[in-house]
Structure formats: C-alpha cells, structure tokens
C-alpha cells in the first residue's frame, strides 16, 4: 500500500488521537504520545510539515504492530 505524501505531524497527532494515544508532553518540535495499553505505548512524532515518508512509515508500522491493527485502519483515518 501506498503511503500518502504531505502528512503533517500534527495529522498524524490527530488519527492516533482517534486511537485512543494522548499527548504527554512536547520538547521543541517533537511530541510524546502515549496509549495507556494494555500494552502500554509511548511514540515520538516530529511536528514537521511535511513528515518525511520513512519517518511516517516507521510510526504507523510501530503502532500497528503494538495495537495490533493493520496499516491500512490507520492510513484510512489519515
């Protein structure tokens, strides 16, 4: 599946606020999610516009993998 290009980071905020991640905190021009699980989980997105796609890949592959749902559910919200 192809992903998407132009995703900001505060988008990408967005879909995983939809899956239940909230914000902890923000240092600089990166933010910390974390989902309270189980399992618990803790992701690191840059606030750039746009992400770099290797760096968009690497968050949705991490959290599907961790909540155990597939790419395509997350790419469908972005």
């Known amino acids: 599946m192809r992903l998407p290009r132009g995703v900001s980071g ?3 905020v ?3 606020d939809r899956f239940g991640y909230s914000v902890v905190r923000q240092k600089g021009s990166h ?3 974390r ?3 189980p399992p618990a989980h803790s992701v ?3 606030m750039h516009d746009p992400l ?3 760096t968009l890949h690497g ?5 599907a993998a961790t909540r155990s749902i ?3 559910s997350i790419l469908e919200i972005l």
């Open 52 to 54: 770099k796609v290797g």
């Open 31 to 33: 933010v910390r999610l």
């Open 59 to 63: 968050i949705i592959a991490e959290v």
């Open 10 to 12: 505060e988008r990408l």
């Open 70 to 72: 597939t790419v395509k």
């Open 35 to 37: 989902y309270e699980g």
């Open 14 to 16: 967005r879909a995983l």
């Open 44 to 46: 690191t997105v840059p």
